[in-house]
């Protein structure tokens, strides 16, 4: 049987140590994004408890480096740095294949719509970093 604390052990000390994932963001809002992210990683981690290590990591790793990625970006976008409408769009589409490859095809996930609704609420300056990112994990855990 394997160690599951182990595992999600190591994959949260990773994510602590990771600091290009939040370095972008203040404080309020890097904290927010790495319990969520710690989150997700601890919900991949958890379902490999049948699996051997070597079977384990073959199953999390492409999904935890997806999940690192959609941070990094999901961070860029709460700073302001997806300023021009084409690369939003390009912002949006990435995260949505993302988000398909972290949580499966079972998952719902926002229509384009909704996630570029969400994405162009950083052009209002009364929601900072840390209110962007709780909308869009609200935003996710409304759909799936």
Not at 37 to 43: D, F
Not at 63 to 82: D, F, P, V
Not at 106 to 129: G, H, S, Y
């Given at each position: 049987m394997a160690d599951i604390?182990?595992?999600v052990?190591?994959?949260?000390?990773?994510m602590m140590?990771?600091?290009?994932?939040?370095?972008?963001?203040?404080?309020?809002?890097?904290?927010?994004?790495?319990n969520?992210?710690?989150?997700?990683?601890?919900?991949?981690v958890k379902k490999t408890d049948d699996q051997d290590d070597i079977a384990a990591n073959l199953a999390v790793l492409p999904r935890l480096k997806e999940l690192r990625q959609s941070m990094?970006?999901?961070?860029?976008?709460?700073?302001?740095?997806?300023t021009d409408p084409a690369s939003r769009?390009?912002?949006?589409?990435?995260?949505?294949?993302?988000?398909?490859?972290?949580?499966g095809e079972r998952m719902i996930l926002p229509t384009k719509a909704e996630l570029d609704a969400l994405l162009n609420q950083v052009d209002n300056k009364k929601n900072t970093p840390y209110q962007l990112v709780v909308k869009l994990k609200e935003l996710l855990e409304t759909k799936g």
């Amino acid at each position: 049987m394997a160690d599951i604390s182990a595992r999600v052990r190591r994959v949260v000390e990773e994510m602590m140590g990771n600091e290009a994932l939040l370095e972008m963001l203040e404080t309020d809002a890097a904290k927010e994004m790495l319990n969520w992210g710690i989150e997700i990683a601890t919900s991949i981690v958890k379902k490999t408890d049948d699996q051997d290590d070597i079977a384990a990591n073959l199953a999390v790793l492409p999904r935890l480096k997806e999940l690192r990625q959609s941070m990094r970006s999901i961070g860029n976008w709460a700073a302001g740095k997806y300023t021009d409408p084409a690369s939003r769009v390009e912002l949006r589409d990435k995260l949505l294949e993302r988000f398909r490859a972290i949580f499966g095809e079972r998952m719902i996930l926002p229509t384009k719509a909704e996630l570029d609704a969400l994405l162009n609420q950083v052009d209002n300056k009364k929601n900072t970093p840390y209110q962007l990112v709780v909308k869009l994990k609200e935003l996710l855990e409304t759909k799936g």
